[in-house]
């Protein structure tokens, strides 16, 4: 089928990676805060992940189908975070919607927490009003960039809460699936336990290109809070000895291996300087202010709340001892 001229998002970036398979990237001030991914497999439209919102939900289907002239077949998701699947909503019943077993399982308690906390919109607008407050005084570059994206994301979603219901994936699988399509076959495959709880990268073996969700953050921070480190490497390593070269992570730009060596050294180098605090028995205030060597300096920026995090992920994974916790 030939491809047609689509409108631009304001949301996200369509880049071409190869005939009929896009990256969709996040783009800054949009309402999209992650990546998806589009793929013609000839017969059928799969797409990898659905954004945050439903803004962008519509954005990404509208793209989908205007680039191949049909309904999207599948939405692949790779893991249960509420950032990668919202906009799922903006699909009508033809699209199904797949996910691992423990991620469908994760996102049936998550959708439950996101409709109780939307039902609340005073919070909402207190902490909207918080973080405009802490942006007048705020001089630190890292937290001022921080918090105006802070700011774009909760506006975004409280401009749609009042008429959102969640959408959970309909369908559920173990390990791999593989999609034949007439063109080219897509595989979702599941790595485990990692990021999150349960990983999915979708690949397409004979492209050479792999989807790979949160497994992979390129030149921006990884989010660590709830992972497991040793899976978390050994999922990157998976991608690393794979045969694919083209790379989109679930969060920053397109990449390759270069980026996910990068990863893995900046989970080295926040263990090494953790490390070295947990050992001579400092506290996680001490912890909190060690100085990433460049690149990851960069990374800081827009995500010091994310870097506490994951400082405090670390200190207690190396035996840290946090006051008030076991
Ligand atoms: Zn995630």
């Keep these: ?65 205007a680039l191949f002239g049909r309904p999207v077949s599948t939405i692949v998701l790779t893991h249960f975070h509420d950032d990668h699947w919202i906009g799922a909503s903006a699909f009508g019943a033809e699209t199904l919607f797949l996910a691992s077993e423990p991620t469908r399982a994760a996102c049936l308690d998550e959708a439950a927490e996101l409709a109780e906390s939307y039902k609340n919109r005073a919070a909402w607008e207190t902490e909207l009003a918080k973080m405009e407050a802490q942006l007048t005084r705020e001089t630190d570059e890292r937290r001022r960039v921080g918090l105006v994206n802070g700011i774009s ?18 369908a559920a699988f173990a390990g791999t699936m593989t999609f034949h399509g007439a063109k080219r076959v897509a595989e979702a495959r599941s790595l485990g336990r990692g990021h999150s709880l349960d990983d999915v990268v979708a690949l397409l073996p004979h492209d050479g290109v792999a989807f790979l969700g949160d497994i992979g953050f390129f030149d921006t921070q990884p989010f660590m809070a709830y992972c497991d480190i040793d899976l978390y490497r050994k999922q990157l390593a998976f991608v690393r000895d794979s045969d694919v070269s083209v790379l989109v992570p679930g969060h920053g730009v397109v990449g390759g291996k270069p980026e996910i060596e990068q990863e893995l050294a900046y989970f080295d180098a926040l263990e090494d300087l953790v490390g070295e605090v947990v050992e001579k028995g400092g506290s996680l205030e001490e912890a909190a202010r060690i100085s990433l060597p460049a690149p990851f300096d960069r990374w800081l920026f827009g995500g010091m709340n994310r870097f506490e995090m994951n400082v405090r992920y670390m200190y207690k994974h190396l035996g840290g001892q946090i006051p008030g916790e076991g």
């Design 1 to 65: 089928m030939s491809q047609r001229q689509v409108r631009e998002s304001k949301h996200f970036d369509l880049l071409s990676l190869t005939d009929g398979v896009y990256a969709c990237i996040h783009k800054a001030g949009g309402a999209a805060s992650s990546n998806a991914g589009i793929i013609d497999l000839g017969d059928r439209t799969v797409l990898v992940d659905a954004f945050n919102t439903v803004a962008a939900g519509r954005d990404l289907r509208a793209t989908a189908e």
């Design 153 to 170: 994301r909760t506006r975004y979603t409280m401009a749609e809460m009042a008429d959102f219901t969640p959408r959970c994936a309909d």
